[in-house]
């Protein structure tokens, strides 16, 4: 099967947004070499598999690669013509850019590397990035300036680093699936027009949670884990990866529902995962593919950040399953005392 590649799509479009793809993309191959070597040295002898020792703007423990990779997305938006500024996940304020901050058009926001708790255990990682207008053209653009709702974006994207490197890619027309092809490191285009399943009988939570749950996302679960013998009268498989680009690239392939609620263990939290970051840009390919993206009580998309390093709520996938838990959501104090795991806990067997 012959494939066009990633320059041939990005002829088609417009010409300063196709720039910031590009160079993104760029930046996406750098990381997926450096993903593949594992522990094995690379360029310059160093190796970036292992901790820095030390913690980032979120309060996570940085890894080696998650330097690497936002150092890797840096460098090729600093030499991008039309973005005058970037914000990364794992810095606490925007970055101007040093050669266009008057000039470009776009901002670009990125998660460098997702998932990157991970990196040990070989599991796939990945990158989120997205592309939204600079409200003030002419002038170096500062934190006011990125802070849009998502459906300002007019672009966003991922990269899987996985058994295959995939880059999903829109720009507001449909969701298209490049491959990177490991010999000549170009970007294969291998999949066009991807459209999410409406129906699914498969969802993705962080279990250990459960206690913490609001009602309407405990009455989702405990009914789709009773399985055919309760209300759903169907069974359902959960899966859980800890790396939201693996979760939704799971959905985009054969449909589901991926959960982060707020929950009552961080009260003062609004939610767990970034907005601007990583619950916006998803939010945006997840309704390119017919998919539905929402808080519990209102759609992802419209949220308007008060803060670069904000969090929400996540919950999006198939929209049959995100308009069900929509609906719980109206009324959360209907019934939900149906037993989540019946007669034992998900991981410790109960006494009678």
Same mark, same amino acid.
């Given at each position: ?133 600079? @409200?003030?053209?002419? $002038?170096? +653009? ?5 802070? &849009?709702? #998502?459906?300002?974006? =007019? ?119 970034? @907005?601007?970051?990583? $619950?916006? +840009? ?5 309704? &390119?593919? #017919?998919?539905?993206? =929402? ?58």
């Amino acid at each position: 099967m012959n494939h066009t590649d990633l320059e041939a799509w990005l002829a088609a479009q417009q010409p300063a947004v196709a720039d910031a793809l590009r160079h993104l993309a760029q930046a996406c191959v750098k990381i997926s070499r450096a993903c593949s070597r594992g522990a094995i040295a690379g360029e310059g002898g160093q190796s970036t598999h292992g901790a820095v020792g030390e913690v980032n703007v979120q309060g996570e423990n940085q890894q080696k690669l998650d330097v690497y990779s936002d150092e890797c997305m840096a460098e090729a938006l600093a030499q991008c013509s039309s973005v005058a500024g970037w914000a990364s996940e794992e810095l606490e304020h925007p970055t101007v850019s040093p050669n266009h901050a008057t000039t470009g058009r776009y901002l670009a926001v990125f998660d460098p590397l997702d998932g990157s708790s991970n990196i040990d255990a070989n599991i796939s990682v990945g990158t989120i990035f997205s592309v939204l207008p600079h @409200l003030f053209p002419g $002038a170096e +653009p500062t934190e006011a300036a990125f802070m &849009q709702p #998502g459906r300002r974006q =007019v672009a966003a994207g991922y990269a899987l680093y996985g058994p295959a490197t995939v880059l999903v890619l829109s720009t507001g027309n449909g969701i298209e699936f490049f491959t990177l092809d490991p010999v000549s490191s170009n970007w294969l285009h291998t999949r066009s027009g991807v459209q999410i399943r409406t129906t699914t009988s498969e969802f993705a939570i962080n279990a250990s949670n459960q206690r913490f749950w609001e009602k309407p996302i405990q009455r989702y679960v405990s009914e789709c884990v009773a399985g055919d013998t309760g209300p759903r009268a169907r069974n359902f498989n959960m899966r859980w990866v800890a790396s939201m680009v693996a979760e939704v690239h799971r959905i985009m392939t054969r449909g589901g529902v991926f959960l982060y609620p707020r929950d009552t263990k961080e009260p003062r939290k609004p939610g767990r995962l970034r @907005l601007m970051y990583e $619950a916006s +840009p998803m939010a945006y390919l997840m309704e &390119q593919a #017919g998919a539905k993206a =929402v808080t519990g009580t209102m759609d992802l998309l419209d949220v308007v950040p008060d803060t670069l390093h904000q969090r929400v709520p996540v919950i999006i996938g198939s929209s049959d399953e995100v308009e069900r838990i929509i609906g719980y959501y109206v009324d959360p104090n209907e019934n939900v005392s149906h037993q989540l795991f019946r007669h034992r806990s998900l991981f410790v067997q109960s006494h009678p």
